[in-house]
């Protein structure tokens, strides 16, 4: 009866993970997104006020970011 408890522990630790593969990939596009947008701010060239750095980038980052909190929050059913 022992060994049987404690198989059935060891099965559920082993498989308890806090993230899956569907988190991990969700989160690695996430960052992707935030790296594009802090991209496409930075730069040299143009008018400081152009239209990508003032309102296209901060975009891609918000959006990067709250693809990063639902990856965070993301269940497989």
């Known amino acids: 009866?022992?060994?049987?408890?404690?198989?059935?522990?060891?099965k559920t630790n082993s498989?308890?993970?806090v993230f899956g593969?569907?988190?991990?990939?969700?989160?690695?596009?996430?960052?992707?997104?935030?790296?594009i947008g802090f991209f496409l701010m930075s730069g040299t060239d143009g008018d400081i006020?152009?239209?990508r750095r003032t309102t296209l980038a901060p975009a891609v980052?918000?959006?990067?970011?709250?693809l990063g909190i639902y990856a965070i929050f993301y269940r497989k059913k």
Request: charged share 20%; net charge negative; no cysteine.
């Open 49 to 51: 006020y152009d239209f």
């Open 1 to 10: 009866m022992k060994d049987q408890t404690k198989n059935q522990t060891n």
């Open 61 to 66: 980052v918000i959006l990067g970011f709250g």
């Open 15 to 17: 498989n308890d993970m």
């Open 21 to 35: 593969k569907d988190n991990f990939i969700l989160i690695a596009i996430s960052l992707a997104i935030v790296v």
